[in-house]
């Protein structure tokens, strides 16, 4: 069952319109301080930018990218390599990986065997690399608004820092016009972080425990999303992005999680006028919206009320502690970002704030990959600012 939580002032005409307090986490000890001088924040680079020309057969789209990218999609052998070992029985995923890697759907199965003959790499390595990337990444992700407009922000945080070498922009193009952009890694196809003309979108992960889904059935639906069963939720997003239909309203999109099966995960929505935060388990959703700003990390909103009790029921009292860091470090996150919010003035907020805000520990870390705003309302979608980190870097306390 889906429900909706109007938050900050929500104003969206197709959900609820009551205002809301902004959350806090007042039962899980701080583990992070937010940085009170934002003058030195270090930059990035911009990722290249490339472009996917949707009129190509499917197995031709990827090729430049491809050649570009050929001695950095090598290391996505010993990636899937490293992920076998941490499975509980890296042989037996191996030798099923190899025959079982196969299909994913349609179009897209045409991609990736283009990718694969382009870059060399064994098929069921790029299918492997498709499915599982959207499966452990933390992020941040929002919207808020600048003026007249609602803008897309979104920190991308990944701990396989042979991954940042691959990040790169793309623009895909339809008949020679930009139909949407998105931040992505060479030889990915899926969309975790994308906009179009009045829509932008990105994807957090969420930890399976947080679900109301039994573990059995999350197993499941992960067997069949890696074996091409199922589609993944990058490749769900990816249909949105690129849908020759007119944007969705947020209203729509709710309804549409509240019955769609999908990997457990945080959506974030933005059109030109409001923010819609989606908690997806995997046949439900709980939604929050509004007009002015909204912040998702990667815990559910309730669980930041949650007693040292209740996480001990839930994940055992060994576990607890470690599980409660983790989500501690998720809730300083966010709540820093509201904080910067709230501390800028509701009404004062400019891209170059939202820019400082992303740079700045912890909502920017050492497992930080690319920050990026979007700005939905810019035809073909709007890639307003992305900024790639190369190296981990450490920050000093």
């Known amino acids: 069952m889906r429900k909706v939580v109007p938050s900050m002032n929500a104003s969206d005409t197709n959900l609820s319109t009551v205002s809301d307090e902004h959350p806090r986490s007042p ?85 990736l065997k283009g990718i694969s003959k382009a870059s060399g790499l064994p098929y069921h390595v790029v299918v492997a690399f498709n499915t599982f990337l959207d499966s452990f990444s933390g992020c941040m992700s929002g919207g808020a608004r600048t003026g007249s407009s609602m803008i897309h922000f979104r920190n991308l945080d990944w701990e396989m820092d042979n991954l940042r070498d691959l990040i790169i922009r793309v623009e895909y193009v339809l008949e020679g016009k930009v139909i949407a952009r998105a931040v992505t890694y060479a030889g990915y196809i899926g969309v975790l972080t994308g906009v179009r003309e009045g829509l932008s979108l990105s994807m957090n992960y969420r930890a ?48 549409k999680f509240e019955t769609m099966s999908a990997s457990p995960c945080y959506i974030t929505f933005c059109t030109p006028s409001s923010v819609l935060v989606i908690e997806k388990s995997l046949e439900s959703a709980i939604s929050h919206t509004s007009d002015k700003f909204l912040a998702v990390t990667n815990h559910d909103v309730a669980t930041e009320k949650w007693s040292k009790r209740r996480w001990q029921a839930l994940v055992g009292v060994e576990a607890s502690k470690e599980v409660r860091e983790i989500m501690n470090n998720s809730m300083e996150r966010k709540e820093c970002m509201y904080n910067f919010w709230l501390a800028n003035g509701a009404e004062q907020v400019s891209i170059e704030d939202v820019k400082t805000w992303l740079r700045t520990r912890p909502v920017r870390n050492e497992d930080t990959h690319f920050a990026c705003i979007m700005d939905p309302s810019v035809q073909g979608g709007g890639l307003v600012w992305v900024e790639m980190y190369f190296k981990k870097f450490v920050f000093k306390f």
């Open 27 to 111: 039962n899980l000890s701080s583990v992070w301080t937010c940085s009170s001088d934002t003058s030195k924040v270090r930059t990035g680079r911009q990722p290249p930018l490339f472009a996917i020309d949707l009129s190509l057969p499917p197995e031709q789209r990827y090729t430049r990218i491809c050649k570009e990218y050929h001695e950095e999609l090598k290391e996505l052998v010993d990636l899937y390599r490293d992920v076998l070992k941490s499975s509980p029985f890296p042989r037996v995923f191996k030798f099923l990986g190899k025959r079982l890697l196969r299909n994913v759907f349609s179009e897209e199965t045409r991609e």
């Open 208 to 255: 399976a425990m947080q679900t109301e889904s039994s573990p059995w059935r999350n197993r499941l639906h992960y067997c069949k999303v890696t074996l091409g069963r199922r589609p993944s939720i990058a490749s769900q997003l990816r249909s949105i992005l690129l849908s020759p239909e007119p944007p969705p309203a947020l209203g729509e999109l709710a309804a």
